[in-house]
């Protein structure tokens, strides 16, 4: 498995194994272990998926040892805040039977749609986060769905974040944010570079993808690699999970990626965060 590096040094694999929409159920087990087994070493978690009991039978299970992997986290909306971050953290870390994390995100950004002290609130879970990476329970921290204008506040701070986890798919480049992120040493990871799915009966997509002898999800998966954005497909079907692997043997063509670029927009989830109602 290929890494990409981040702004502290750590190599985080180049393509994680995403677990949002698996269920809590012997099924995540099962998939967590194949996707080790097919030679990812890389798991994207989070306490709202409602799943990391199995997601760490999994990892207790898949015979390879725990520093071999990396495995990310997320603390969710309502346990922003300093106290609430650090027992959130704990919950996490017992969930997924770990005694560290890799890393660490903030889910989404307080916003100043549903609150007025939303920075403060922003820094005060950032506090907790930086707290825990200091004392070496989290290799590292950042953040996910934040907007330039949410990272703002936190680019000041001791520990800048060193993820921006954000939806990320064709038909759904989020420029500003990548340049931003760009700019400034962030690395991007894409959540759903399937568009949940919906990228693969693309017309476009498909004969893209044809000409390489890849399928339409190889081709969304190369895409953001080609891209520097570090995908996370989720799939708990065995043979999917090894496709979605198996995307290092070709390059899109600069032309066909501008192709890409270009699709208009369709597939994206419709969350923004500065709207979201949670
Ligand atoms: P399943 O988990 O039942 O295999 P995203 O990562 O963008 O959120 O997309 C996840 C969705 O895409 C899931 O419904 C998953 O189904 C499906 N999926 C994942 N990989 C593939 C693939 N290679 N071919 C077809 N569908 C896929």
Known sequence: MQTMKLSNGIAIPSVGYGTWQSPDSEITVAGVKAAVSCGYRHIDAAAIYGNEVSVGKGIAACGIPREDLFITSKVWNADRGYDQTLAAFEKTLSDLGLDYLDLYLIHWPAASHRFKNWEEINLSTWQAMTELYKAGK????????????????????????????????????????????????????AWSPLGTGKMLSNPVLQEISRHYGKSAAQLCIRWCLQHDALPLPKSVTPSRIQENIDVFDFEISAADMKSIDLMDNFGGSGLDPDKVPF
């Open 138 to 189: 989290i290799r590292a921290i950042g953040v996910s769905n934040f907007k330039p204008h949410h990272l703002a506040s936190l680019m000041k701070t001791e520990v800048m974040p060193q993820v921006n986890q954000i939806e990320f798919h064709p038909g759904f480049l989020q420029e500003d944010t990548v340049r931003f992120c760009r700019e400034n040493g962030i690395l991007v990871e």
